[in-house]
C-alpha cells in the first residue's frame, strides 16, 4: 500500500532557508513581486530570483508554470522552484501549482514558502496526489522513489491544522483507490479486495462480507452468474458509515470485477490486460467510505461493493442464458462481457431494500461506448432526478473532476427488449452507454433519486493528467467526498 505524506503546517523561518535541503518553492507574483520568504531566497542566491521574474520568460508563463533554479548558490538545497501565481490564489490555481510542484517531487524534501497564501490546503493536496507512484511490485526500485517530507512554512500555522487532516482524509481515500484499480488480479483476488475493505473497521467502518451462500440465499443470480466460471469466489462487501443523525443513508454502489475476460465472449487478447482497473467503481466507493470515516463525516453513507471475477471455464456463463436477478425479473444473456450491469442489478436492488436510503449512486467501468462518446475527460452521468444530478456535477466541477450528463429516454427500451425473457441485458452497439443505464434504471425503485457513473474512460488512463500521473486516477472520490460534505452533512 502506498504511503501518503503527512504535510507539515509550520512558522516562516527566514533563518532555516539556507539550510534546507531537497527543493524550496517559491510563489511569485505575476507582476513579479515577492514575500518576505521569496525575498529572503533572492538574498541568498544573489538576485537569482529576481532576475528570473524580471525576465521576459517569466513574463511569457502563465499562471501555474514553473521554472527551476538548479543547484543555486549559498543554499544547501538542489533547486529552487518558482512558480508564477496571481495575487489571489484561488482554489483552482492552488491546485495547479500544487500539481507542478509534486510532478518534480523526487526522494528529497520539499519546502513551500507559502506565507499569506490562501488555498494552501489545495496546492498541498494536489502535490500529494500529482506525485503518486504505485511501486508495491518494483523490487529494488521501491526505494528510488521513495518521497521526501513536505514542509508549507506560512505566517500562521495554527490556522492551518485543521485543513490538514482534511487534506490527509481526502489523499489517502484516493491514493486507497488508485492503489486496488493498479493492484494484478493474482494479487487483488475476490478475497484480497474484501480484506481490505474489512481494514476500514480500523476507521470505525462496521463492514459485512456477503459470501456465495448469502448471495445465494438473497437471489442474486444475475451477480452469482457473472463469477460463477471463476475459481475465486463472488462476494458482497458492505460498510457503514453511520456519522449522522437519524436520517435515510446515501447508498454508493460499485462494479467489483477483478479480473474481465468477457467470459465465454471473450475479448481479443490485445489489451485485456487492463482488465484489472474493472473494479474501478468499487475501488471508488471503498476509497470514499475511507475518505468519510478518516474525516469522521456527520453523515450516513453505505458504500456496497459487488466483488466478481469473470473467466472462461467448463461452468462458465453462456450467451443465451437465462438468469434470475434478486428483483425477481428475468434476463436474457446477450453477451457476457456486458457483466457488469449484471453485477449491479442485483447489488442496486439489495442496497435499496436492506437500507431504503435517500439517494443512490452506482459507479463502473461499464461501457466501452462511453469512452468513445466522452473520451478520457469525462465520466458518463445518467440520472432519473434533475436536483441530484445537478448537485453532483456542481460537486465535480468545483473539484475539477469531469463528468457530463447523457440522457435517458423509454425510447431505448425496446433495444433491451427479448423474446424469450423479460428483457435482454444488452441493446446492441447504438447508444450501448445508455442503454446499459436504462437496464440499470430498471432495478432503481419509483421515487428513488439515483445517479448512474460510467468511470470506464477515466478510472485509468494513458497519460497524465492534471492531478495523477498516467494509470489509475481515484475519479470521484473527491467529487462524492465534496457531494456528501454539502448536501448529506448539517
Same mark, same amino acid.
Given at each position: ?115 499569506? =497564501? ?65 493492484? @494484478? ?63 435515510? @443513508? ?125 473520451? =478520457? ?47 435482454? =441485458? ?42 495523477? @500521473? ?21
Amino acid at each position: 500500500m502506498t504511503d501518503v505524506t503527512r504535510p507539515d503546517f509550520t512558522l516562516l523561518d527566514l533563518d532555516a532557508l539556507s539550510e534546507a535541503t531537497g527543493r524550496i518553492v517559491v510563489l511569485a507574483g505575476g507582476d513579479g513581486s515577492l514575500d518576505k520568504g521569496a525575498r529572503r531566497v533572492n538574498r541568498l542566491t544573489k538576485g537569482a530570483v529576481a532576475r528570473l521574474v524580471e525576465s521576459e520568460a517569466f513574463s511569457d508563463m502563465k499562471a501555474g508554470e514553473m521554472t527551476t533554479l538548479a543547484w543555486p548558490a549559498n543554499l544547501a538545497a538542489e533547486a529552487v522552484d518558482v512558480v508564477k501565481v496571481e495575487k489571489r490564489l484561488t482554489p483552482d490555481l492552488a491546485r495547479k501549482v500544487g500539481a507542478a510542484i509534486g510532478a518534480k517531487r523526487g526522494k528529497g524534501d520539499t519546502l513551500v514558502l507559502g506565507g499569506s =497564501h490562501k488555498n494552501l490546503d489545495q496546492l498541498a493536496l494536489a502535490l500529494l496526489l500529482r506525485s503518486y507512484a504505485f511501486t508495491d511490485h518494483k523490487t529494488g526500485e521501491k526505494d528510488k522513489v521513495t518521497k521526501g517530507a513536505v514542509t508549507v512554512m506560512v505566517n500562521q500555522p495554527e490556522a492551518w491544522k485543521p485543513t490538514v487532516d482534511e487534506v490527509m482524509a481526502v489523499a489517502e481515500g484516493v491514493v486507497m483507490t488508485r492503489d486496488l484499480v493498479s493492484e @494484478p488480479s493474482n494479487i487483488l483476488t475476490t478475497t484480497e479486495f474484501a480484506a481490505r475493505a474489512v481494514g476500514l473497521k480500523e476507521l470505525g467502518v462496521k463492514v459485512e462480507v456477503l459470501e456465495e451462500a448469502d448471495l445465494d440465499k438473497l437471489g442474486m443470480r444475475a451477480l452469482l452468474g457473472v463469477g460463477q466460471g471463476s475459481e475465486s469466489p463472488s462476494k458482497v462487501v458492505v460498510m457503514e458509515w453511520m456519522g449522522g443523525g437519524d436520517e435515510a @443513508p446515501l447508498a454508493l454502489v460499485g462494479k467489483g470485477v477483478v479480473f474481465d475476460t468477457g467470459g465465454i465472449s471473450i475479448k481479443p487478447a490485445a489489451g485485456m490486460e487492463d482488465m484489472t482497473m474493472d473494479m474501478g467503481g468499487a475501488g471508488v466507493v471503498t476509497g470514499v467510505m475511507k475518505t468519510i470515516a478518516a474525516r469522521k463525516a456527520k453523515a450516513n453513507v453505505v458504500g456496497l461493493i459487488g466483488l466478481v471475477e469473470n473467466m472462461p471455464d467448463g461452468k462458465a456463463q453462456r450467451p443465451g442464458d437465462i438468469v434470475t436477478t434478486m428483483k425477481g425479473d428475468t434476463v436474457e444473456v446477450i453477451n457476457t462481457d456486458a457483466e457488469g450491469r449484471m453485477v449491479l442489478c442485483d447489488v442496486l436492488w439489495y442496497a435499496q431494500e436492506r437500507f431504503k436510503p435517500a439517494g443512490v449512486i452506482d459507479l463502473a467501468t461499464l461501457t466501452g461506448a462511453c469512452v468513445i462518446a466522452l473520451g =478520457h475527460e469525462n465520466a458518463g452521468v445518467f440520472s432519473n432526478d434533475d436536483d441530484f444530478c445537478k448537485a453532483f456535477l456542481k460537486a465535480a466541477e468545483t473539484e475539477e473532476e469531469g463528468a457530463w450528463r447523457l440522457p435517458l429516454g423509454a425510447a431505448y427500451d425496446k433495444l433491451l427488449k427479448s423474446e424469450k425473457a423479460d428483457f435482454k =441485458h444488452v441493446g446492441g452497439r447504438p447508444a450501448g452507454s445508455i442503454t446499459a443505464a436504462q437496464f440499470l434504471q430498471r432495478f432503481i425503485k419509483e421515487d428513488m433519486p439515483w445517479i448512474h457513473l460510467d468511470i470506464a474512460g477515466v478510472a485509468d488512463v494513458k497519460s497524465d493528467t492534471d492531478l495523477a @500521473p498516467k494509470g489509475a486516477t481515484g475519479w470521484g472520490v473527491r467529487a462524492l467526498n465534496r457531494l456528501i460534505a454539502e448536501t448529506c452533512e448539517h
